[in-house]
């Protein structure tokens, strides 16, 4: 818009006919009046800015969305087939030399390399003239995580490791355990999950997009290791209690499958993890322009179930020998998707394998309650995948010593957000609630947990809610209270087993605390064990960390060696039972309900063990007949031994 300058003065606005001074006076009355008028106009425009109402944030933040929008406008739901047109040819590792073998992580010894080595492979000069051994390596990799000022960089440092030299750092993690298994797992895989576009510096897993859905066989045979033994596989839609991640919570597969092989000893080149890309509903990553998944909001249940399909069976026909696990789905997906597959080689570890573990705690707990199992009950904070997964299998542990499946399940409570779980609260429930929904609370509802407990009086209370401090003083108090009112010498069961620690429901100091050193406790992630001074007497209280780790190792492992046909809900229920027996006289008097976390190799070949012979008996195993019949005339000792010389122990 042009703007044009002029003058208001009197003699510019007089004419031929306006001579009279009166004229004139009214004229430049009038100019004047103009001329205020003017002023203030062009004062209140140049004072006015057009864009002061407009949101340029919001603005820019919808361009750069826009921006990285690269599906608007495509078809959806057309998908090609890729073409490969060779096979991708590997240097055998016996031929391989030089930087080849260095740069092989399975095969790089580091500084371990003997002399005849260094000269047959031509190494020499390519590594410092030094010959140390593998314990000098990993002193010098303990100084370096030790060195590292946060959780992250010391993972960053452990998966540069595991790049470079696959033995280094899976002896450091056995000899270790206790120390990086947090590191390596949870809590500090939650934190890597939520950065895990931004970390990301090498590939690690197998990345299986909806929009290679007619590919998953060619992408399948892509892994360069043949034949895997296990697959850990997610889609990132729930992982851990921090919702839906997307493609960044493929941490989780490649977390898990370090400690199949720290905690049981399967091969590092047998494990596969795979994450399964149906874009994601977490705004945050769909905004972010580094992150490394589909950028479209998740497709729908329908569409995810086809696709669920088409990647089971193509592991069927390119693996067809491969256990496969499922982790961290959303929960009704979770429990779909394991009835639906029952039949083959695979289980689900937030539904079974937490279950498991929960059970073999409680198995323990239970002993040391005071509390007979006729008096029993239970209050769950949770009712999703693992808390009803859980409530499952312990109700298990009570149809097995004589209930009725219908008087066990009376001994549990399920609370969700809305309160107790029950058929007539006038909401619709998720289907896998429907078993434990409670018909006998006469019409009234209790919304609260408080409510809850004060209703029921119950002896042991778990938590899944992935909410911490939901476990209040109030609400431990409480739990204690019915439980002391029961009788003497009777101790409350108090499980928050929500990971990672900034989800956990309560913390060990506090259990303690509230209930006066009497609960059991048992927590998802690891707490410190906390000493209390009472006058002259001093004591120390040790924490039970419920860690899955006590399980899914050992059950993998025992379906494999047994090379079973499917996973059994009573190998499940073994590998619970097998766990609760490994303990030895020293963790009894501490009052632990599991093995020290130091010897989770040897609970794993218990849980291995056991559970093969559970395979056995119900005719899914398919090894040699022979075989079998050796065992069976020997016993333990044998089958103990030969599990021992098939794990992988990383020496030189």
Request: aromatic content about 10%; glycine content about 8%.
């Amino acid at each position: 818009m042009a703007a044009y300058s002029y003058s208001t003065s009197s003699s510019e606005l007089s004419t031929p006919r306006s001579s009279s001074p009166s004229s004139v006076i009214s004229r430049s009355s009038t100019a004047t009046t103009i001329s205020k008028r003017m002023s203030i106009s062009q004062r209140r425009i140049s004072g006015f800015d057009p864009m002061s109402a407009v949101n340029m944030d919001h603005v820019e933040a919808a361009m750069k969305a826009a921006a990285l929008d690269s599906f608007k406008g495509y078809a959806q739901n057309n998908y090609g087939t890729v073409q490969q047109y060779r096979t991708t040819d590997y240097v055998p590792k016996n031929s391989a030399g030089g930087y080849q073998v260095l740069r092989e992580p399975a095969w790089n010894k580091g500084t371990s390399f003997s002399p005849d080595e260094r000269i047959s492979k031509n190494l020499t000069g390519l590594i410092p003239h030094v010959l140390e051994s593998l314990e000098t390596q990993c002193q010098r990799a303990m100084r370096m995580i030790n060195s590292r000022g946060t959780n992250i960089d010391k993972y960053l440092y452990l998966s540069t490791l595991k790049q470079q030299n696959t033995d280094l750092f899976y002896r450091l993690m056995i000899d270790n355990v206790a120390q990086l298994m947090p590191l390596v797992y949870t809590p500090t895989i939650g934190d890597v999950c939520l950065q895990y576009s931004t970390l990301y510096t090498h590939p690690e897993a197998l990345y299986i997009s909806i929009k290679q859905r007619k590919s998953i066989a060619t992408i399948l045979r892509n892994w360069p290791y043949p034949d895997p033994s296990i697959a850990v596989v997610t889609d990132g839609s729930r992982i851990l209690g921090l919702g839906d991640l997307g493609v960044n919570g493929v941490g989780i597969p490649i977390g898990k499958l370090a400690l199949y092989t720290g905690a049981a000893g399967i091969h590092p080149e047998k494990t596969l993890p795979i994450v399964l890309d149906c874009g994601t509903a977490n705004e945050e990553n769909l905004r972010d322009p580094l992150y490394l998944g589909l950028r479209q909001k998740r497709v729908s249940p329908e569409v995810a179930l086809e696709f669920m399909d088409e990647f089971m069976a193509a592991v069927k026909e390119v693996y067809p020998n491969m256990l496969v696990q499922f982790e961290d789905f959303e929960t009704e997906k979770a429990f779909q998707y394991l009835e639906r597959y029952k039949q083959e080689k695979c289980f689900n570890d937030d539904i079974q394998g937490t279950g498991a573990v929960v059970l073999a705690g409680y198995m323990g707990a239970v002993n040391l309650s005071g509390v007979p199992i006729e008096d029993q009950r239970l209050v769950f904070m949770g009712a999703g995948s693992a808390g009803v997964g859980v409530a499952k299998q312990v109700m298990e542990f009570y149809t097995r010593r004589g209930l009725s499946e219908q008087q066990a399940r009376d001994k549990f409570w399920l609370v969700d957000t809305k309160g107790l779980v029950t058929k007539d609260r006038g909401d619709r429930l998720a289907e896998h609630k429907k078993i434990f929904a409670r018909t006998d609370n006469n019409g009234h509802q209790f919304s609260t947990l408080e409510a809850v407990i004060e209703y029921v009086k119950p002896t042991a209370l778990v938590g899944l809610t992935a909410t911490f401090g939901v476990f209040t003083e109030s609400v431990v108090r409480a739990l204690k209270v019915s439980v002391d009112a029961g009788g003497l010498g009777r101790r409350p069961i108090l499980f928050p087993l929500s990971n990672p620690l900034t989800k956990a429901e309560c913390t060990f100091e506090q259990a303690i605390t509230w209930t006066e050193g009497t609960a059991i406790f048992a927590s998802g992630s690891p707490f410190s064990p906390f000493t209390t001074k009472n006058m002259d007497s001093v004591t120390t209280y040790y924490p039970n960390q419920g860690n899955n780790v006590y399980i899914f190792p050992g059950l993998g492992l025992g379906a494999i060696l047994a090379k079973t046909t499917r996973v059994t809900d009573s190998m499940v229920y073994t590998s619970a039972a097998a766990l609760a027996g490994c303990l030895n006289s020293e963790e009894i008097r501490m009052g632990l309900i599991y093995p020290k976390i130091e010897r989770v190799r040897d609970a794993s070949v218990v849980v291995a063990r056991e559970v093969m012979k559970t395979a056995r008996r119900e005719g899914v195993s398919t090894l040699p007949e022979e075989t079998w019949v050796e065992w069976e005339e020997w016993g333990d000792v044998a089958l103990t031994a030969w599990i021992k010389k098939q794990v992988y122990d990383p020496k030189w």
